[in-house]
């Protein structure tokens, strides 16, 4: 990855809403930023510029004055004009004659002088430099007097070198501050102008969950009415084509629960009788009500997972709600419960007893029986863990044995234990309705671990 992928990968990895805001802020900072330069440049420039001409200006006039007292030969007079035109005590005047320095209003040492401006002075030629004089930033002119001799003056520029500082923090505080609100503008536009994706993400996790009448809000933006349209149209149909599939199951199963009945009773007398018919027969009547009793099973399957009725849920406590099935499945072989503490939950109990027990039946069918049913809160959920014996379920079916008539390696098989491939997807289905999740880990030790978490209540 080179060094220009490294910053697109980064914002890549931020939400939609932040990258709009960031864009928002780098879009002020270089506007703003531009904005700032140019005008500290040319604030800079105009003031350090004026105040330069303007010391050339002033040392003009104050060089024929200085002239003029030198061709009087008046050395007091020549000394008193040179302390009147320092002026304040911030300025310097230097003149140089005959070799020797006099100075007046700040005290410099003229060694401390730019040497090269003053080695141009002396050839003739009027200069002028901004340097740093003992400390002080300064403007330094000078100019050559009649016999040889150096005229300078040096005018401090700590005043403007204080407006020009304040300029710049005022500039620089004014480009964090337009990012900011660049920032806070971007981050909000982001939140406004995502909303509707916002929505459309919610409503179709919502139809994930199994609640098939989300539907979008219709809104008045031109732009998203096809978006609202379609999405509606299509969980309309979608509602309509679950709907029918759903009544479709609920007729045919309990259409067929008279003649099931009627099989079942046929059986019946054929079992009571079996030892009165030939070997042959015997054989056939005991795979027939084998058959049927799956047969029955799976028709009751079918009608549970069909119904769509309201969850009636009841506040209890998960650890004894457990026991209690547990207790009522009774068996030689019963599972052992682990719940140290009480977990209050709050959930259809008729539901929840066929999810526990179609997992402790799948578990004597296919994992050599349940060995613990774990009760635990995690995470703010309350969790179940049915741990059984058997060799466990591969990573790539762990998914798949949750769907319908899904049996894992024994599909297509009998003699299975009379499985009829619904009941983990009865599990998953029952779940779902608790706003829940059902998934498959390995169990410590060997085995399989079905676990079921459930929305947890506050005790």
Wanted: net charge neutral; aromatic share 4%.
């Amino acid at each position: 990855m080179s060094a220009f992928d490294r910053p697109r990968t980064v914002l890549a990895r931020l939400p939609l809403r932040r990258r709009v805001g960031v864009a928002f802020a780098l879009v002020c900072l270089v506007v703003t930023g531009l904005f700032a330069t140019v005008t500290w440049n040319l604030a800079s420039y105009y003031l350090v510029e004026q105040r330069v001409d303007g010391a050339t200006r002033q040392l003009q006039v104050n060089l024929q004055l200085v002239e003029r007292a030198m061709a009087a030969d008046d050395t007091t007079g020549l000394d008193d004009l040179l302390t009147g035109l320092a002026g304040t005590p911030e300025t310097t005047v230097a003149l140089r004659r005959d070799g020797v320095w006099t100075t007046s209003g700040r005290d410099v040492d003229p060694a401390a002088l730019p040497a090269p401006l003053l080695a141009m002075a002396a050839q003739g030629t009027g200069a002028r430099q901004r340097v740093q004089v003992a400390g002080v930033p300064s403007v330094v002119v000078a100019a050559p007097v009649p016999g040889g001799g150096l005229f300078v003056e040096v005018f401090p520029m700590r005043r403007l070198d204080a407006n020009l500082r304040f300029l710049s923090v005022v500039l620089f505080v004014g480009v964090a501050v337009s990012t900011l609100l660049g920032l806070t503008l971007g981050q909000w536009a982001g939140r406004r102008a995502l909303l509707p994706l916002t929505a459309l993400t919610r409503a179709a996790a919502r139809i994930a969950g199994g609640d098939l009448s989300a539907r979008l809000p219709a809104g008045s933006d031109a732009e998203l009415a096809p978006l609202v349209a379609t999405f509606n149209r299509t969980a309309d149909d979608l509602e309509q084509r679950v709907s029918r599939d759903a009544r479709f199951a609920a007729d045919v199963s309990h259409e067929l629960r008279s003649p099931l009945t009627t099989l079942v009773n046929a059986v019946a007398v054929l079992t009571r009788r079996r030892d009165e018919l030939p070997p042959t027969a015997q054989e056939a009547v005991d795979l027939l009500d084998a058959e049927i009793l799956r047969f029955r099973r799976m028709v009751l399957d079918l009608l549970e997972i069909s119904r769509s009725d309201s969850l009636h849920r009841e506040d209890g406590e998960l650890g004894e709600l457990v026991r209690g099935l547990v207790a009522v499945r009774g068996g030689p072989h019963a599972p052992q419960v682990d719940a140290p503490a009480p977990v209050p939950v709050r959930v259809d109990r008729r539901r929840l007893d066929q999810v526990l027990g179609n997992l402790l039946d799948n578990a004597d069918a296919h994992g050599g029986g349940a060995v613990r049913i774990g009760v635990a809160a995690r995470d703010g959920h309350a969790r179940i863990e049915v741990d059984d014996a058997g060799p466990g379920i591969p990573p790539d079916q762990r998914t798949a044995v949750f769907e319908r008539f899904a049996r894992g390696t024994l599909a297509g098989s009998r003699g299975d234990g009379g499985g009829t491939g619904l009941g983990l997807s009865l599990v998953a289905t029952h779940v779902r309705r608790h706003d829940g999740r059902v998934h498959v880990e390995d169990r410590p030790g060997g085995g399989t671990r079905v676990v079921v978490e459930l929305p947890g209540v506050d005790g």
